[in-house]
């Protein structure tokens, strides 16, 4: 049996990217982990963040504020598991219930397997692969602001190399490659 995974963060999307975030840095008394024209990452603890938002201005621009009707607002809900171990098992008894996942992607600080409920709501489930202090300074870093979406990963892979013995290391190691396309079905996560 997996253990229980926690709440990690929520994101949003919006057009309304610099009131949305004040909104949540006033509220929460939140700062800004990374921030760019497209994407802000707050944190008020030690996760690497609480909220994610998403500028559909910049993201979809040109498109008129109401004709993303089910854009707009809760893009998906993130659950954190204790380990990579307990992500891979999890993502077989599902799989195995015919469940898959729309969008493996190693994003560099966690590695995680999106899903949809049947009323089409995103599911993030994931494992941190660092610590906080770590994922901040990732989030900081060149190298994120060069792919903030991170690098599509094979989950049947990482089972497999998980049911071999491989180290939480290695599982949880960042692929290298090309930036993952954001899958154009379930909007921007």
């Known amino acids: 049996m997996t253990r229980t995974p926690s709440l ?3 994101a949003f999307m919006t057009r309304r990217f610099e009131a949305m975030k004040a909104w949540y840095i006033d509220v929460f008394d ?3 982990v990374h921030g760019d024209p497209a994407l802000a990452f707050l944190a008020f603890d030690d996760e690497s963040h609480r909220f994610a938002i998403a500028n559909l201005d910049v993201l979809k621009p040109g498109e008129p504020a109401d004709s993303g009707a089910g854009e707009i607002g809760v893009n998906h809900i993130a ?3 204790a380990s990579a171990g307990d992500l891979l098992e999890t993502y077989a008894r599902l799989r195995d219930k015919g469940f898959s996942p729309y969008w493996p992607v190693h994003h560099g600080f966690t590695l995680s ?3 949809q409920d049947p009323d089409g709501n995103r599911i993030e489930l994931q494992v941190e692969t660092c ?3 770590a994922a901040f300074d990732f989030m900081r870093s060149d190298v994120f602001a060069d792919n903030p979406v991170g690098v599509e990963v094979d ?3 990482l089972l497999a190399s998980y049911r071999a013995g491989a180290s939480e290391a290695e599982l949880k190691a960042r692929p290298e490659g090309q930036t993952s396309p954001i899958p154009a079905a379930h909007g921007m996560v």
Do not use: K
């Open 8 to 10: 990690s963060h929520i």
């Open 30 to 32: 939140a700062h800004v």
């Open 79 to 81: 659950f954190t598991y």
């Open 113 to 115: 397997f999106y899903y």
């Open 131 to 133: 610590n906080s202090q």
């Open 155 to 157: 989950p049947e892979a």
